[in-house]
């Protein structure tokens, strides 16, 4: 199920390795993950759930739900989406809850190491790589972490160019412009990048990280940017976590990060922005796209992402909510029907497709977990996709010595995730006594396009919902 | 104003329990008054266990009742309680004689505690690494209780009886003597009066003894517990404690995780602070995975801290406080779960009919202003 | 052709055009284009990271073509493709007439260029490969 042909990327040939699964051997390139892996063997069940052991397989790929959790090397509930398969790897199938390993494994022993860098940044996406860069190049030294094996946060996936102002990286592919971000990071004699490496809690004095299979390190820094990014809602319907119902962000990962197919066809669910460019992503992945059903009256996504699916002949049925998905080990049928205006389900109106992949783009709420324990205070806020952090407008949240940055501090784009990331690295340096007027003018200049940015009518909610978080800045702003 | 015959504050463990024996001994003009909600302070922070393997005879008499009053409870309000035993591993000579003296006292009110070999504590959880252990003690008597599942069944049960349970409900103040012995109670939405009004205020009592000037000699000492991702059920059965290992206790809850935590450094001075520390995931870590090596990859998903209400003497206390009708049910540092249904039965004995065939006296919260300081009880976590 | 009636942030088309011939008030400004300045070059086509514009000349005696943005297996000059409308419902069949690939293209989005009927070029936006 490997992609072969992709008319906009490569997929370079790598190293072959095998592992086993079940005891059975398979073959991997170097370089993805596990998961990626099985998928491409056409192993999609990836596990049984605890408590119903009802089959489990990928969901978000980006390391923050629980979908993918099997048993390496010994080790039970791993997320195989976020780690490397590795020659002679044991990869089994959990069934249920897992045991406690009885016997020691073949993992080195964590030691606990301690670092102190004067920036930490928790996540590399845009906004945590465009903080980073900001704020080692005011001089302040920088550890960025990502839980994933790639720096460059969604954008990787995002084969598609950018809307945005021209003087930005406007008309760039996505994943170009975090392969250039990417590249300047670790070039870049004051940052250090640990990949592979979850930030698991912000302790009152300190941050603890993991490096996946390696070892667990306290991080002292004087400034924390929390740039962890969104999670992919999960929407309610019988059968929903059955093998074959993925995030669309999922689905894009596996084939626009990994060139693996998720399946043959699919039924898009959501026809916002992302629901409609993976849509647009399937069809250039040669993986035929069933129908887009989106339960609103209208298409949330820009029009002109509408109408280049539109012209594939792809239908957007709208109205229609998915009612179930049908299939015995794994998806074979998905079912939508017809909603009236106060949301009732108007009967005979079912619509089937024989799809293997349902792919859920019904929206994605702020990663804000590490921001609540470290004692951030947070507020509810749709329009911004769930809870963020109150903060200022230099992105300093409730708690001074942390920042926000990206979609964590509300669901937005890329383009404002860099310019929030430009904003928070360059406090962060001058709060810690680096840098100076040149970062005022950074902040300053930042602050500007993202007020244009936001100023559209498209914008409206998100104004408003910006203008409840955000508090006055506790200096004033020059 | 609203007349009611009993006020208690405070809806953990032990102002539920209090209340549920009040209702069955009659007593249905009852208000709870919780200022969050049911389980927020201590209660639901637990480490979910119960035992009667204690030092003291009080004690001991306390918790084999509240074992038994556990079961009762649990069938009745329909939770699982399960009697999966407390083992103790003994990693020296010194402890493990030190135990069986106690088990010999424990086994002389009636609790079955054993002394077993490392092998036979191996045959209980063979997960254990025996190879540093001497021996355990074990009373196959002792158990565990989610405390999620506890308090979601005390509101119900209260939510189907006379008596009120009202969450989200702070008493901001408290006046004592006024109308013929009326105490009042406030919140922000309401005023109350009774003739008895009972603090279980859990770490907060002091705060509640300060709306009345009255100085009650608790402080609230931080402890922390963590929670792993959960493991098939059955794993580890028994509450395993380990002194050796800095104070460690862990099980598993009927949900799978394994849940528990090591002391607190002797050093950490009493705060309201409820937060955690990373310095505490270092050491539960390294407790855990030496007892279990298995636990070694075992990944924490939570971790909170709660408050040990900690008395002059470890104790807590219990009974009428200063003023007639003014009742204090507080202190338990780190058993006041295990033993809210005893507790809850005592008191509500002595408040409806002025005595108790439990050993209450003991715990007797003047015995402070008397400086009679009772033996610390045997404290974990 | 620009088919990008909505109040977005972007405005590469503006910026890119050689001879100024896209206005847009501002970056969520909606794009217009001044038919007498615009020479076809198709930079714009190239540029919008929407792939909402499309080039229609009929300028040429031999008749009209029209530019698309194209980001699939790309046909050769002279194949007769399938013309497909907005709603990518087949029109009529046409011949490409000039491409440029990924890496021809001023910002890498691979364009296609067919011959079309004059009635159908405010109707063809996309093709398909006939095999
Ligand atoms: C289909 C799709 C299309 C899009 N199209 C556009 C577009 O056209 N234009 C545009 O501007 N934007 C677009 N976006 C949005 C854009 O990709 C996101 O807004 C942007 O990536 C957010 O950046 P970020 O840095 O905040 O988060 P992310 O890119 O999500 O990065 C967060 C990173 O943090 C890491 N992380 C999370 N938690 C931890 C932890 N505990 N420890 C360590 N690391 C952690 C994650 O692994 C991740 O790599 C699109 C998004 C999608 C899904
Ligand atoms: C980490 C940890 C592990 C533990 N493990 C165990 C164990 O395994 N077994 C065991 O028996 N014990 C254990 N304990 C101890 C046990 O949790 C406590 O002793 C017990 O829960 C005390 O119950 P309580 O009802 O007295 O107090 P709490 O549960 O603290 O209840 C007091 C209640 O009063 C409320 N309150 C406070 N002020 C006001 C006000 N002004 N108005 C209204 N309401 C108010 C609070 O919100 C709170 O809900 C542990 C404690 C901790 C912290
Ligand atoms: S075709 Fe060329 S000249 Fe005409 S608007 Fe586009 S870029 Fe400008
Ligand atoms: S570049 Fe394309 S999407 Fe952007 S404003 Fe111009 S026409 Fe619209």
Known sequence: MRINDHPIL??????????????????????????????????????????????????????????????????????????????????????????????????????????SPEVLVIGGGPAGLRASLTAASAGA???????????????????????????????????????????????????????????????????????????????????????????????KFPNNDMPGVYGAGGVQTLMNVYGVKPGDRVLMVGAGNVGLIITYQLLQANVEVAAIAEIASEIGGYFVHAAKIRRHGIPIITDHRVSRVEGTEKVERAVIEEVGDSGEVIQGTEKKFDVDVVALAAGLSPSYKLLNHGGCEL?????????????????????????????????????SAMLEGAIAGADAALSIGKGGPGEEDIIRDAREKLEKLRAGSYYDNLRSGLQEVEKPSRTKEQ | ???????????????????????????????????????????????????????????????????????????????EFNRTGYLYLHYTESDLERYREMSELQNSFGVPTEILSPEDAKEICDLIDISEVKGASFNPEDGKAHPFDVVTSFRKYFRESEAELKENSEVTSMKLRRRKGLKLVKTPSSTYGAKVVVNAAGGWAPKLGEMINLDIPIEPYRHQAIITEPFKLGSIEPMIISMHHGDAYFTQTNRGGIIGGVGTPEDEPPSYNMTESLEFEKRVSEAFASIIPGLKHARMLRHWAGYYAMSPDGNPLLGEYRVPGHYLAAGFSGHGYMMAPSVGEGLADLIVNGQTDLPLDYYDPERVDRGELREDALQMG | MIECPQEIPCDPCQ????????????????????????????????????????TVDCSSEKGCTVTIPYEFDLPEVGEEVIGLNRKGE??????????????????????VTVQVQEEHVNELRNIRRSK
């Open chain 1, 10 to 115: 490569s997929f370079p040939e790598t190293e072959t390795i095998t592992f086993s699964y079940q005891g059975r051997e398979i073959n991997a390139k170097r370089g993805e993950t596990i998961a990626a892996a099985l998928h491409n063997a056409g192993i999609t069940e990836l596990r049984n759930s605890g408590d119903r052991e009802r089959g489990r397989g990928l969901f978000c790929a980006i390391g923050k739900c629980s979908s993918c959790l099997m048993k390496v090397d010994g080790v039970p509930n791993v997320r195989t989406c976020i780690t490397m398969v590795q020659e002679g790897m044991e990869v089994e199938k959990q069934t249920g809850f897992p045991e406690i390993p009885s016997k020691s494994t073949k993992l080195k022993s964590e030691i606990i190491e301690k670092k």
């Open chain 1, 141 to 235: 030294s920088v550890l960025v972490i990502d839980e994933n094996p790639l720096l460059g946060g969604q954008m990787i996936k995002q084969t598609h160019k950018f809307f945005g102002s021209s003087d930005q990286e406007a008309g760039e592919r996505g994943k170009d412009i975090g392969d250039r971000l990417s590249r300047e990071v670790s070039d870049h004699p004051e940052i250090e990048v640990m990949t592979s490496t979850s930030a698991v809690g912000i302790f009152e004095e300190k941050v603890g990280i993991y490096k996946n299979r390696e070892k667990f390190l306290k991080v002292d820094p004087e400034k924390t940017i929390v740039a962890t990014g969104a999670t992919e809602d999960m929407i």
């Open chain 1, 379 to 415: 507020e509810f806020q749709p329009a911004l996709g769930g809870h963020v952090p109150k903060r200022d407008k230099r992105m300093r949240t409730t708690r001074e010595e942390i920042y926000v940055a990206g979609d964590a501090s509300g669901i937005e784009e890329a383009t």
């Open chain 2, 1 to 79: 104003m609203i007349t009611k015959d009993v006020i208690i504050i405070g809806g953990g463990s032990t102002g539920l329990a209090l209340g549920y024996y009040l209702v069955n001994k009659g007593v249905d003009d009852l208000l709870i008054l919780e200022k969050d909600y049911v389980g927020s302070g201590s209660t639901g922070r637990c480490g979910t266990g119960i035992r009667a393997q204690f030092a003291d005879k009080p004690t001991i008499r306390m918790m084999k009742r509240a074992e038994a009053n556990w079961k009762e409870i649990s069938s009745e309000l329909d939770f």
């Open chain 3, 15 to 54: 910026a890119n055009c050689p001879a100024g011939a896209i206005d847009l008030e501002d970056i969520n400004g909606t794009p217009t284009v001044d038919f007498e300045k615009c020479t076809g070059c198709s930079v714009c086509v190239e540029s919008c990271p929407g792939l909402a514009i499309f």
């Open chain 3, 90 to 111: 087949e029109i009529s069949r046409v011949t490409v007439t000039s491409l440029k690939t990924k890496g021809d293209s001023a910002f890498d989005t691979p364009t």
